[in-house]
């Protein structure tokens, strides 16, 4: 198909492809579909080799957000029956991440519900931030907040903080029908802060509420425009009790090639295949390995993810293997824009502006470059039963699933 080898030659001089040849891939068939596998396969081991890397989410703040986000089980007047308590305590939270080091986790995701944070708040997870890294020297430290006000981000910089997550979630144009409480600008503003402080900018995506095709390439391009280090591709997991909760607009198919998509314009970062994993790949999910080269272990903020150890056992019967904590993320010539960051995965790097293929070439790659129906489902098809609330872990006296 000359469509995917268009793309696959653009991602492997690290060029950005058209808006048209984007679209065109959200549009190819279910015949097409391991033809599109391969090709963005064949990018991702490019820049990233067979490694899997793996991220573990702690929940320090559980539900009560002032927020009116339609997605989220933790939004004001949200009827989803998930866990609600408020800040765990430095070592409680020490203690949670543990669990998903123990599993082979590289980065843990520390996140708290709420508009933003206060200057308290700040304290408050520095001293986790502290106490996760005493435990854990060589871990990666992820934070979660809200919104940033300013010298906030350089805060949780100077507390060892490596990356800070915050999500566009869709597109500028189609914001407005998400959330009313805050708006797109001020998720990008956001991004802006944590990028300029030297964090690593972590912010993805969430596919399945209803946004058109138009809308997936407009924010992953945006993505792209802003740095994003690491690009977490979220698909919508409908909670009972949230606005969205009867909206069941993904196949495993559609979510395999949003995932080329997303991996065909950011060929060099880090793609993250977040929540909704197992509710919409379902028995694909090992395809999406060969697209993605992150994952998150276990369990997410207010949801179930697959056992711990069957993430484990799909990465290695796969064929591929759990990135280690001594390798980089990224590859060397993004983690070289980022002498001035000391994050381990050379996450503080801004997208690279050179895309010629003599620049390619004097890359090292982390890997070997040799190497239809309709999205909506029906009411028998959707798996309701996929979608189970978290009663253990963060926040709870139960162990957790890492």
């Known amino acids: 198909m000359d469509l995917l080898d268009t793309l696959t030659a653009k991602g492997l001089r690290r060029e950005l492809p058209t808006r048209e040849e984007a679209l065109a891939v959200l549009s190819t068939t279910d015949d097409e579909l391991l033809d599109v596998v391969a090709a963005a396969g064949r990018v991702r081991r490019q820049w990233f080799g067979r490694r899997v890397k793996l991220n573990y989410l702690v929940n320090m703040k559980s539900g ?61 997870v520095a001293t986790t931030i502290s106490a996760v890294k005493e435990a854990n020297e060589n871990v990666e430290v992820c934070v979660c907040l809200g919104l940033l006000s300013d010298n906030q981000a350089e805060r949780l910089r100077a507390a060892g903080a490596d990356a800070y997550n915050h999500n566009l979630n869709t597109s500028e144009g189609t914001y407005g029908d998400i959330a009313t409480t805050h708006t797109y600008a001020d998720r990008v503003d956001t991004v802006k802060k944590a990028h300029g402080a030297g964090l690593s900018a972590c912010s993805g995506l969430i596919a399945g509420m209803g946004e058109s095709d138009e809308d997936l390439v407009d924010v992953v391009f945006a993505l792209r425009e802003l740095g994003s280090d690491s690009v977490p591709v979220n698909f919508l997991i409908p909670f009972e009790g949230t606005p969205l909760a009867k909206t069941w607009n993904l196949t495993p198919q559609r979510c395999l090639r949003i995932l080329a998509m997303v991996r065909f314009v950011c060929p060099d970062i880090e793609v993250r295949i977040a929540g909704g994993r197992e509710v919409h790949l379902r028995t694909l999910q090992p395809l999406g390995l060969h697209i993605a080269n992150s994952i998150f272990l276990g369990d997410y903020l207010t949801s179930e993810g697959q056992a711990g150890q069957s993430d484990l056992d799909m990465i290695k019967d796969a064929g591929f293997v759990v990135e280690g904590t001594g390798e980089m993320t990224l590859p060397r010539h993004r983690a070289d824009v980022a002498e001035g960051n000391s994050c381990g995965s050379g996450g503080g790097c801004a997208p690279c502006g050179d895309t010629t293929a003599e620049a390619a070439e004097g890359c090292a790659p982390c890997g070997d470059a040799t190497a239809e129906e309709t999205a909506e489902e029906t009411a028998d098809e959707t798996r309701t039963d996929l979608v189970r609330v978290r009663r253990r872990g963060a926040g709870t006296e139960l162990a957790p699933n890492a």
């Open 64 to 124: 009560l957000c002032p927020e009116d986000c339609s997605y989220c089980s933790q939004r004001i007047g949200s009827k989803s029956e998930i866990l609600k308590y408020t800040w765990l305590k430095p070592e409680q939270a020490a203690e949670a991440a543990a669990a998903g080091l123990a599993g082979g986790a590289k980065r843990v995701c520390l996140v708290a519900s709420g508009r933003g944070p206060t200057d308290r708040d700040i304290e408050r």
